[in-house]
């Protein structure tokens, strides 16, 4: 995600906690953007953008525990300060190890609060029931299992599933369209991680 959309996102929810990953904050400087939190071991965030953030009176949470990432550390902050709609952003880090890392982190959380992913101009939520999605007419939707997911039930999307499952691995649901701006998805047991392009 972009500076552009990041400052939109903040600027639609105006009461969110920003709780930032340490070496996160080196990219939220220069573009302006102030966190309640920074929280991690700090060996990611130079010296300059600590001092920085201090004298404009940001908390820093410093958790050295090599058992859990930095991700964690701010998921499980967000949970104590009772937080339970989380939007994630940069999840990925741009390497292929902190993508697939962090994916299991999200799906295991998701069993305590919301989180929705933003990557560039796709958002992903985590759902575990029937849930009602809007999004733009004839986009990408995808429907991840992870790992594993069953009685799924769609509309509104051009291929439908009735009852069926999806498993990693094995089937997956990748590049469906949407064919309304509302998609339902009805899930029996499991995870899926949707992707697609908001309204």
Known sequence: MNKIHLKRLIRSTPESVIICCDGAANRLKPWGIVPGYI??????????TIGYFRKLGVKFKKVVNQNKNDLEKALDLA????????SVIGFAGGRLDHTFGNLSILSR???IVNITVYDGIFKGVFIRNKTVIRCRRRSTVSLMPVPRASGITTKG???????????FSVREGTLNRSVSNKITIEIKKGVLLVTYVPQ
């Open 79 to 86: 949970i104590a300060k009772k937080i339970f709609n989380v």
């Open 39 to 48: 929280i991690g071991d700090f060996d990611g965030a130079t010296d300059d």
């Open 157 to 167: 999307l051009k291929w439908k599933l009735r009852n069926e499952e999806l498993t």
């Open 109 to 111: 959380y998701s069993r």
